[in-house]
């Protein structure tokens, strides 16, 4: 039997984009600002994670922001089970750390228990960044919880969120505060421990302002071989 929940027969609320979305209106409503309806958006090319052949099912562009979403091939937009998200806006006086926690804190309010890894900042080529792996349990009276790897990057007046979604089968946490895969299957379990850690990877080495670098791929003998120097 597959680990994943079955296919919904209504369409299923895409947490984190929704909370996005609200967190991002109430900034505006209670710092008084507005986005300009036709404010520039800031474009950084995003390395996707090798291995799934990602696909983009939504791009959303408008007042400064600019909101893009990515499934694998082979799962529908309704019934998911991996996603990326990625929006680029105005930073809107907020720093990396003060914006994921405040998603932390929508995500917390829906589920279940919840648990994340710890708010990691850091300052890289002068940019500060920040990252967090949150672990909801349940979302709602819903029959499956998330997993969510979140970076934000703050670049002048802009900031960029990406975020790694997995949705999966209800599990829990444990007396000492650390997320339990119940999945009953000890292999899937650990497919996605890997999987987060290789994610963090990801998030830690590839996402960043900038030209992006494959995230594991290995020089084939054409681009190993020296180049001649420009004459």
Request: with cysteine; net charge positive.
């Amino acid at each position: 039997m597959s680990p994943w929940p079955p296919r919904p027969r209504a369409p299923n609320v895409r947490l984190s984009a929704l909370l996005h979305q609200t967190l991002l209106a109430t900034l505006l409503l209670t710092a008084g600002l507005t986005l300009a309806e036709d404010g520039p958006t800031r474009r950084w090319p995003l390395p996707l994670p090798e291995g799934q052949g990602w696909r983009i099912v939504e791009l959303r562009e408008g007042n400064g922001i600019r909101h893009e979403e990515y499934i694998p091939r082979g799962q529908g937009v309704e019934d998911y089970q991996d996603r990326i998200l990625l929006q680029r806006m105005a930073a809107m006086e907020m720093n990396p750390e003060d914006y994921l926690a405040h998603v932390s804190s929508g995500v917390r309010q829906h589920c279940g228990n919840f648990t994340t890894s710890g708010l990691f900042a850091t300052t890289r080529h002068g940019l500060p960044s920040a990252s967090v792996t949150s672990y909801c349990t349940r979302f709602k009276d819903r029959p499956y919880g998330y997993v969510l790897a979140q970076k934000a990057i703050r670049d002048g007046e802009h900031l960029l969120v990406v975020e790694r979604e997995w949705r999966l089968p209800m599990f829990r946490v444990d007396e000492t505060g650390l997320p339990q895969l119940d999945s009953q299957n000890p292999a899937t379990d650990e497919a996605l421990k890997r999987d987060i850690r290789q994610t963090m990877r990801w998030l830690a080495e590839q996402v960043h302002p900038g030209t992006p670098q494959p995230l594991s791929t290995k020089p084939s003998p054409a681009s190993a071989r020296p180049q001649p120097r420009p004459r």
